[in-house]
């Protein structure tokens, strides 16, 4: 059920972290899931795919999602989304053409006013500021918990969608080139392997270990790397644009997880970045299974993390999360058992690998040799900037800007 539009109502327009944490709010949480802050419940359309077959959701099917996606509030555990009232008003998400920013309110009593549940965007606090887009430095205003910034550049066509015709949210693309502003090259990364990924972080505004972060795992990717790019290439004249374009030509379509990223980044990105320039893999490839796999798995398909076909090479990582408990176990030894028969090599990866640079530093030499690249010997200089990549993936202390 959608709620209704208010002609009157004032528009604000969110700035990049107010707009990634509107989309990471509303990320999918099924009736499994336990103790986090938002909990959203809506249904998800087919994503459609573009020429090189990665899926993504198209701009009707973004707003279509939000607009069925239905808020309901701070919870302290799911149990308490279950007995919400049915009838817990959505609000009507749809595309704007808006392209500048002259309508957006900026005084604190029109702030007051906007109904922030009914559209689903987190009202400001101490902790987590509400960050705002304003034409000038004319409407900017001393507000408790607001953060404005003035957006003078020329907005790019179709760049909102607009909730309840209150909200200005930027679209997916719209919100990378944003966050320019508050992300450093490394982070920037990390945030197009989200949007182009199967997850959403939640809890991502503090700097807390990425691998302990809480994710929410099989959403439908919100774009993709072509269309990211497409965007960059139409948003000339905003702050970032040429650290967004060298972030895209080193990420992929596709990671199913953030300690995927880490490992893709770890492994692809050129010596210059601290990573180890390794040939870059498919993503969640999907393998058809032979006869002979059918032995072991009743699936008609195996999904590869870290896949290289040219080697028929897999890297598989082991969660913590996930590979604990007896069943988990040996339904992963069945899987590898299963790409074995299909002539694939698995390495498996975990956590405790991952932290050691000497133990990482031979699954990398491992994957180069199968591939036929060759290695060069490692200067004191690449050791300390594989452990500063390192320290920056996985405890995310060096992705914001200074």
Same mark, same amino acid.
């Given at each position: 059920?959608?709620?209704?539009?208010?002609?009157?109502?004032?528009?604000?327009? +969110?700035?990049?972290?107010?707009?990634?944490?509107?989309?990471?709010?509303?990320?999918?949480?099924?009736?499994?899931?336990?103790?986090?802050?938002?909990?959203?419940?809506?249904?998800?359309?087919?994503?459609?795919?573009?020429?090189?077959?990665?899926?993504?959701?198209?701009?009707?099917?973004?707003?279509?999602?939000?607009?069925?996606?239905?808020?309901?509030?701070?919870?302290?555990?799911?149990?308490? $989304?279950?007995?919400?009232?049915?009838?817990?008003?959505?609000?009507?998400?749809?595309?704007?053409?808006?392209?500048?920013?002259?309508?957006?309110?900026?005084?604190?009593?029109?702030?007051?006013?906007?109904?922030?549940?009914?559209?689903?965007?987190?009202?400001?606090?101490?902790?987590?500021?509400?960050?705002?887009?304003?034409?000038?430095?004319?409407?900017?205003?001393?507000?408790?918990?607001?953060?404005?910034?003035?957006?003078?550049?020329?907005?790019?066509?179709? =760049?909102?969608?607009?909730?309840?015709?209150?909200?200005?949210?930027?679209?997916?693309?719209?919100?990378?080139? +944003?966050?320019?502003?508050?992300?450093?090259?490394?982070?920037?990364?990390?945030?197009?392997?989200?949007?182009?990924?199967?997850?959403?972080?939640?809890?991502?505004?503090?700097? &807390?270990?990425?691998?302990?972060?809480?994710?929410?795992?099989? %959403?439908?990717?919100?774009? =993709? $790397?072509?269309?990211?790019?497409?965007?960059?290439?139409?948003?000339?004249?905003?702050?970032?644009?040429?650290?967004?374009?060298?972030?895209?030509? &080193?990420?992929?379509?596709?990671?199913?997880?953030?300690?995927?990223?880490?490992?893709?980044?770890?492994?692809? +990105?050129?010596?210059?970045?601290?990573?180890?320039?390794?040939?870059?893999?498919?993503?969640?490839?999907?393998?058809?299974?032979?006869?002979?796999?059918?032995?072991?798995?009743?699936?008609?398909?195996? $999904?590869?993390?870290?896949?290289?076909?040219?080697?028929?090479?897999?890297?598989?990582?082991?969660?913590?999360?996930?590979?604990?408990?007896?069943?988990?176990? %040996?339904?992963?030894?069945?899987?590898?058992?299963?790409?074995?028969?299909?002539?694939? &090599?698995?390495?498996?990866?975990?956590?405790?690998? +991952?932290?050691?640079?000497?133990?990482?530093?031979?699954?990398?030499?491992?994957?180069?040799?199968?591939?036929?690249?060759?290695?060069?010997?490692?200067?004191?200089?690449?050791?300390?900037?594989?452990?500063?990549?390192?320290?920056?993936?996985?405890?995310?202390?060096?992705?914001?800007?200074?």
């Amino acid at each position: 059920m959608s709620g209704t539009t208010n002609d009157t109502a004032p528009r604000i327009a +969110l700035d990049g972290p107010s707009a990634l944490a509107f989309y990471r709010d509303r990320a999918e949480v099924d009736s499994q899931s336990q103790l986090f802050d938002t909990y959203v419940v809506r249904t998800e359309p087919e994503p459609r795919a573009d020429a090189d077959g990665d899926a993504w959701l198209s701009d009707e099917d973004i707003a279509a999602t939000l607009a069925e996606t239905n808020i309901f509030g701070h919870c302290s555990d799911f149990e308490s $989304v279950l007995q919400s009232p049915a009838d817990v008003p959505s609000p009507t998400i749809k595309r704007t053409r808006m392209r500048t920013l002259s309508q957006c309110a900026s005084s604190s009593q029109a702030l007051r006013s906007i109904p922030y549940g009914r559209v689903g965007v987190r009202p400001s606090s101490g902790a987590c500021p509400l960050y705002l887009l304003i034409p000038n430095n004319q409407r900017r205003r001393r507000i408790n918990g607001v953060c404005q910034r003035v957006c003078t550049a020329g907005i790019p066509d179709r =760049s909102f969608y607009t909730a309840e015709d209150i909200v200005c949210v930027p679209t997916p693309e719209f919100t990378f080139v +944003l966050m320019a502003r508050y992300l450093n090259l490394l982070g920037l990364m990390m945030l197009a392997m989200e949007l182009c990924g199967y997850y959403r972080l939640l809890g991502a505004t503090t700097l &807390q270990p990425l691998h302990s972060l809480r994710a929410l795992y099989g %959403q439908q990717p919100l774009t =993709s $790397v072509a269309r990211l790019r497409s965007f960059v290439d139409r948003a000339e004249g905003f702050y970032g644009i040429s650290a967004c374009r060298r972030a895209l030509d &080193q990420v992929a379509n596709n990671a199913a997880s953030p300690m995927e990223t880490i490992l893709y980044l770890m492994l692809c +990105l050129p010596r210059r970045y601290g990573g180890y320039g390794v040939k870059r893999p498919i993503l969640n490839a999907k393998l058809p299974v032979n006869a002979l796999a059918h032995g072991v798995t009743a699936a008609s398909n195996l $999904v590869p993390d870290l896949y290289w076909p040219s080697a028929r090479l897999d890297m598989e990582y082991d969660s913590e999360e996930f590979h604990t408990d007896a069943d988990s176990l %040996q339904s992963g030894r069945r899987r590898t058992l299963a790409l074995q028969a299909m002539d694939v &090599q698995v390495i498996s990866m975990s956590i405790d690998i +991952l932290r050691s640079h000497d133990s990482f530093d031979v699954v990398a030499s491992t994957i180069m040799r199968a591939l036929g690249q060759r290695r060069h010997k490692a200067t004191e200089t690449d050791r300390q900037k594989r452990i500063a990549l390192r320290n920056s993936l996985l405890f995310r202390d060096d992705i914001y800007r200074k």
